[in-house]
């Protein structure tokens, strides 16, 4: 059974920083993803790295800011945000899939794997 376990969110104030989380179990995925959805907005890509190489993709509203890493031997995905702003505030889910040359790595539907989300709250 494959699982996808998010945590780190929380409450911070603007200007701080959160580490996500993201623990996959039950297989090995091409690559992975954060998105993230605030109250009344779609589900929004965030950030992506491949397992096998590392390459990573950021939304251009999250660059410079939020870096995602991956360790292998963990099987762990994360999301470091820096510098953050209230218009981060989301719940931050955690994406896999088993072709990353399938889909656009920019699209939730290109993922197979979620996670349950996790809450960040931002205040200013």
């Known amino acids: 059974q494959v699982q996808l376990v998010e945590s780190g969110g929380g409450l911070v104030q603007a200007g701080d920083s959160l580490r996500l989380s993201c623990a996959a179990s039950g297989r090995t995925f091409s690559g992975s993803a954060w998105f993230r959805q605030a109250p009344g907005k779609e589900r929004e890509f965030v950030a992506a790295?491949?397992?096998?190489?590392?390459?990573?993709d950021y939304a251009d509203s999250v660059k410079g800011r939020f870096t995602i890493s991956r360790d292998n031997a963990r099987n762990t995905v994360y999301l470091q945000m820096n510098s953050l702003k209230v218009e981060d505030a989301a719940v931050y889910y955690c994406?896999?899939?088993?072709?990353?040359?399938?889909?656009?790595?920019?699209?939730?539907?290109?993922?197979?794997?979620w996670g349950q989300g996790t809450q960040v709250t931002v205040s200013s």
């Open positions: 790295i491949t397992w096998s190489g590392g390459t990573t």
């Open positions: 994406a896999a899939r088993r072709a990353v040359a399938l889909g656009s790595t920019y699209s939730s539907y290109s993922y197979d794997y």
